[in-house]
């Protein structure tokens, strides 16, 4: 005991274990969805409770946007496809598809916000309404804002043509974070605009 | 303590440099820069203790003013911020850090990995967490500014709403208490992420998830816990900080807002926090009974399936916190029953040590009697969590004294002493000396006279109806004489700590040297030097059964012919 | 102070002192529900205590390493695990939960939904920031601090329904001896009941922390017979008293802050921040069942509240000392 006992190698069976990159963002992943499902909670807790201002009939529901933010889902998969397969002139393009994309559905928040704000009279101090729609929406585009920087800063690595077939599983844990982004939005529009309204 | 308890654990400094203040400066910007798994571990760990000692003395301030009815040791305002800053630190500052530091520095040894799967976020996530206990105390300089008695947070570790609104916690105490916890929520999700993603993806060749030692199975289970439970705080805590800065209307009573939406908001991450805290105090149990009673720990599986069973549980009974906030019958009887479900695989773990102690060979070292005092503890914490999951019982006991004592049985009788218990276990890995085993049997008794004296009497106002968290109290109600006596107990075991970090200081530089494997023990930790280098292992090692070390040694008999 | 040095923990427990808030000496239908579950329960944990620490007590004893044996060097055999041992340690348990839980489910019921005599009395309770306010809706009745409800008679039962909400923070009403505690919270109403079977006086206090002066929250029961439900009914429904001895007291009471925050009833003070004082005479402590209710006491509380409550809301009056004690005299004056 006075050495360090030496574990004798033995051949074993191939051992693959999985990416922890993939894992990594597993696991945020569903750290984040607990945070919006407390904020849903909170939405629907405190639905048809306001007692003076707006109600959730003031919503129109962001058909456009939402349709813009729900195929960049479908480019971000492309873009990885194609880096995986080394076609990097696509990878930009669909790369920036996405950023388009993704920039869109943010424009689209502003015009609501700005709309909601300047002729509805609805702010997150007006009522529990105002409280619970701008906080949700709000925590959904700060996750897309995140998003949008990450994958520009992939577009312009991509296009100084610093990304290579070998990052191709860094863009896949980028791509399942803008996933996620996108189906929590799924479940936001249901609740705010289909459910809620 | 700060300066003392890092320098204490590391390892010493290069001999090669000659002027003393360029070492020190190197050693700091060693340490500062680091992201290997272990020193980041130690560093929880020396963070931890000096918030333990803080909050430590915090709780001895509480029993002095208790100890005499109508009191005035200290002001009813000095008291709310004590027993605050009490709770909050040893939730969020002591436990959660010092149970990751063990968690860093063992569990990429125990599945023979060289590192945490993120190292860099590793140290991101241990510098945040630092920063926000260090916020949290800022909050005696800055909240009113340097005039002012100071003034920390005074709205009690689980801040019910209203409580914390503008209108009832004026200036910025509940500012820093909200962003001390979102910061150290933020270092806590980085570490989960972490350590799942450790477990999952560096295991070592032939490390099989059913051949994964105890320890790293139990920090598996908490680290998912941590995930559907931190974030809730979190937010919740962004809600509250809204409500703070910007006017919105979560738990604003005047507008509409629920009280009873954060309880329940809070409460989904603080019961299962309790276990997120006792799940690894769990893993070194299974560590540390079967290393001391010579035996394999007694079903493997039933103990993987009744940690993953209580985290899954855990989440359905936050309500029992609510016992009297109002609820209907039968939410109140769902709530009794998923509380007293998880008594069963609870109740399985404590069996199976029990089994694994049977017919063995029982040491009775510093560490392994720690580690029974943990078993009678829990015990006993676990029965009175049964009167508490009663909810009429509740309904009288709650909120009472009899809570607190509960949870310091569970917190202090089950969870530190598995603490300490870990510390004479891995001290002799991480520093290569061994513990003072005389002076580590003295502090025993002595903490554990001191823990029953302070616990098991403070139960007894409890059902005499003193509430908890009153900074002084009637004297015709006869709970004097108890409280007296439980300020006493707390006194003796301030006196075991001190001799505990004595004994750590003293041990560091005199004690025996330790060797790679002074337990004779089985898991893989054990199979590199002590403290280890920086690689971990020379060779990455490959297993073929839980217990690597046992088969090295038992060449004719390994345990993978029984598994 | 000699009296609870003295007094024996038996004694104590058993809660035969005058103070005693002892969950152990229950005194009305759910606290004697609740006592008779909690023995149960304690009985099932006592055995189970009993059974495991003994067990566990034995192997330690038995199964200790001895160094003088013959064979102390050599590890005992290894043992992996029994399912049918660790089958049986899971239904037991089982077993033990779902009784328990039957136990339990029976008295929750039964408190909970209770049904309630029409003739009981209906009192609104509503928590401050540190003090109770106590509204009888059917007698017309508004008072603080010391609430006065009917002894119940087991065979005829008037059980007082308490109707309970907050006006600001969180509170928790909670007199051991007559029901387990239910929480005050704003913006939302809970009810409980309680019905004292013996004449006397209950303690209590708050017990959800609430701010500050939560300690000096303190609950005070009184339960009347009949008679002297009555009796106390028609004194507390008379306007308040119009003493012309006092008349300097009342107008530097109308003259100060004192009107914006308190009632008298019949005068201009109207104030409903702080308690009712139209029959403050009678009560017997002040502050919220700090301290008794004596001239001396309440001069110096008025003279600055934080000499008996530091943390109230109430502000130092600022008094002179002839103000002060008109102002007391006055106070006294409300019977």
């Given at each position: ?197 | ?65 208790l ?16 027993f ?72 009690g570790?689980w801040?019910y ?99 009873v939406?954060?309880m329940?908001?809070?409460w989904?991450?603080g019961h299962?926090?309790v ?42 009974v936050w309500a029992h916190h609510m016992f009297t906030v109002g609820m209907t019958s039968g939410a109140n009887t769902f709530f009794t029953l998923a509380t007293m479900?998880i008594s ?36 006993i914490a676990g029965l009175t969590g049964i009167m508490l999951s009663v909810a009429p019982f509740d309904w009288q006991l709650g909120g009472s004294y009899f809570v607190v004592a509960h949870f310091h049985y569970v ?44 616990f098991d009497l403070m139960h007894i106002p409890g059902l005499e109806g003193m509430p908890r968290r009153i900074?002084?109290y009637e004297?015709d109600r006869g709970w004097m004489m108890w409280n007296?006596?439980i ?77 | ?6 007094s024996?923990p038996a004694q104590s427990l058993s809660g035969n002192g005058s103070g005693s808030t002892s969950i152990f000496a229950p005194a009305g239908s759910p606290a004697h529900s609740i006592f008779d579950l909690s023995m149960l329960v304690l009985a099932i944990c006592t055995a189970i205590f ?47 939960v779902?009784m328990l839980f039957l136990a339990t489910a029976r008295i929750i019921f039964a408190t909970q939904d209770h ?8 009192v609104?309770v509503?928590g401050?920031?540190?003090?109770w ?14 609430l006065?409800v009917?002894?119940s008679?087991p065979?005829?039962p008037?059980p007082t329904y308490l109707t309970m909400?907050s006006?600001?923070?969180d509170h928790s009403f909670w007199v051991p001896r007559l029901a387990g505690k239910t929480d005050l919270i704003?913006?939302?109403?809970n009810t409980m009941w309680i019905d004292p079977q013996s004449?006397g006086l209950y303690l209590g206090q708050c017990a959800q922390y609430c701010?500050?002066?939560h300690a000096?929250m303190l609950l005070r029961v009184y339960a ?65 069942g ?46």
């Open positions: 005991m006075s050495t360090a006992a030496v574990i004798p190698h033995t051949t074993t069976e191939p051992w693959v274990l999985p990416a922890r990159g993939i894992v990594g963002m597993a696991c945020l992943i569903t750290a984040e969805s607990a945070i919006f499902i407390i904020f849903i909670v909170a939405y629907l807790y405190y639905l048809g409770k306001s007692i003076t201002g707006p109600t959730p009939s003031i919503l129109e529901i962001p058909i456009f946007t939402s349709i813009c933010l729900f195929s960049s889902s479908a480019t971000v998969h492309f873009a990885v496809s194609a880096l995986h397969a080394g076609r990097r002139a696509a990878t930009s393009l669909w790369l920036a598809a996405t950023v388009l994309l993704g920039g869109i559905f943010l424009g689209g928040t502003a015009h609501e916000w700005y709309q909601l704000i300047y002729r509805d009279g609805l702010t997150i101090r007006t009522n529990l309404f105002g409280t619970t729609f701008y906080s949700l929406v709000g925590l959904h585009a700060s996750h897309v804002i995140v998003g949008l920087i990450m994958l520009s800063l992939t577009l312009i690595f991509s296009l100084t043509g610093h990304l290579t077939e070998k990052h191709t599983g860094r863009l896949e844990v980028l791509s399942l974070y803008w996933h996620f982004v996108d189906a929590v939005w799924v479940v936001v529009f249901t609740v705010v605009y289909l459910l809620g309204r | 303590m700060a300066t003392q308890a890092t320098p204490n654990l590391s390892q010493p400094a290069g001999s090669e440099h000659t002027a003393p203040r360029r070492i020190w400066v190197e050693v700091l910007h060693d340490w500062v820069t680091t992201v290997d798994h272990k020193k980041i571990g130690l560093m929880y760990i020396g963070y931890a203790l000096v918030f333990l000692v803080i909050a430590g003395f915090e709780a001895l301030l509480m029993r002095v003013q100890s005499l009815p109508n009191n005035h040791f200290v002001s009813p305002q000095v008291f709310n911020q004590l605050t800053m009490h709770g909050t630190t040893m939730v969020f500052f002591v436990g959660m850090p010092i149970l990751f530091g063990f968690g860093n520095y063992l569990i990429p040894l125990m599945i023979g990995a060289r590192d945490m799967a993120f190292p860099r976020l590793n140290a991101f996530s241990f510098w945040i967490s630092a920063f926000g206990g260090l916020l949290l105390y800022f909050s005696y300089l800055g909240a009113s500014g340097l005039s002012g008695a100071g003034s920390a947070p005074d709205v570790w801040a709403a209203p409580l914390t609104a503008r209108a009832f916690s004026p200036g910025h105490s509940t500012d820093y208490w909200t962003l001390a916890i979102l910061l150290s929520g933020i270092g806590t999700i980085g570490t989960a992420v972490n350590i799942v993603a450790t477990t999952i993806c560096m295991r070592c060749p032939g490390m099989k998830l059913n051949r994964m030692p105890l320890l790293v199975w139990l920090y598996l289970v908490m680290s998912c816990l941590v995930f559907v439970t931190i974030s809730p705080l979190t937010a919740a805590q962004i809600m509250l900080m809204l409500d703070r800065y910007l006017g919105s209307h979560f738990f604003d009573t005047q507008a509409g807002g629920s009280a939406l954060w329940h908001f809070f989904i991450f299962p926090e276990y997120v805290l006792v799940l690894p105090a769990f893993g070194f149990a299974n560590e540390i009974i079967p290393v001391f009673s010579r035996k394999a720990i007694f079903g493997y599986p039933a103990m993987v399936a009744a940690s993953v069973g209580i985290g899954f549980i855990s989440l359905s479900a069963v695989p609870t109740g399985i773990k404590i069996f199976n040590w029990l089994a694994t102690l049977w017919g063995g060979k029982i040491h009775f070292t510093a560490s392994m009697m720690f580690a029974i005092g943990f078993l009678f503890q829990f015990l917190l202090v009788g089950a969870i530190l002493f598995m603490l300490f218990s870990a510390f004479y276990y891995w001290f002799p890995k991480m520093s290569g000396r061994m513990l003072s085993e005389k002076l580590g049997k003295w502090h025993f008794w002595l903490f554990l006279i001191g823990f029953h004296v302070t900074y002084t004297a007296m006596a300020s006493c107990g707390a006194v003796i075991q301030t006196v075991a700590t001190l001799l505990f970090v004595y004994n750590m200081i003293w041990s560091y530089f005199k004690g025996p040297v330790a060797g790679p494997d002074p337990w004779d023990a089985w898991t893989l930790e054990w199979s590199t030097t002590s403290p280890p280098p920086q690689y971990n292992f020379a060779e990455t090692p490959t297993v073929e059964s839980r217990r690597p070390l046992w088969d090295l040694k038992h060449p004719l008999d390994p345990d993978s012919h029984y598994e | 102070m000699h009296q609870v040095w003295f024996l009993l059974t495991v620490g003994g067990l566990l007590l034995y192997v330690l004893v038995r199964y200790r390493h001895r160094a003088n044996d013959a064979n102390a060097a050599q590890e005992p055999p290894q043992i992996y695990g029994s399912t049918q041992i660790e089958l049986s340690w899971t239904v037991i348990p089982i077993l033990i779902v049904p309630r005599p029409a003739d009981a009395l209906d609104t509503i401050h920031q540190f003090w306010e106590y509204r009888y809706p059917q007698l017309g009745i508004v008072t603080a601090n010391e006065h009917p002894v008679d065979h005829h008037t909400s006006a600001d923070t704003p913006n939302r109403i004449a701010g500050t002066q000096k009347d017979s009949p008679a002297d439900f009555a009796a106390w009914v028609a004194s507390q429904q008379r306007p308040a008293v119009e003493d012309p001895s006092v008349a300097a007291g009342l107008a530097v009471f109308q003259h100060n802050a004192c009107i914006s925050c308190h009632t008298v009833a019949g005068t201009v003070a109207t104030g409903r921040f702080g308690p009712d004082l139209t029959h403050l005479a009678s009560r017997d402590t002040i502050a919220s700090s301290v008794p209710n004596t001239p001396a006491n309440l001069r110096a509380f008025v003279q600055d509240p934080a000499n008996f409550k530091p943390g109230a809301l109430m502000p130092p009056m600022h008094l002179n000392d002839h103000d002060l004690d008109a102002v007391t005299a006055y106070l006294m004056s409300l019977k």
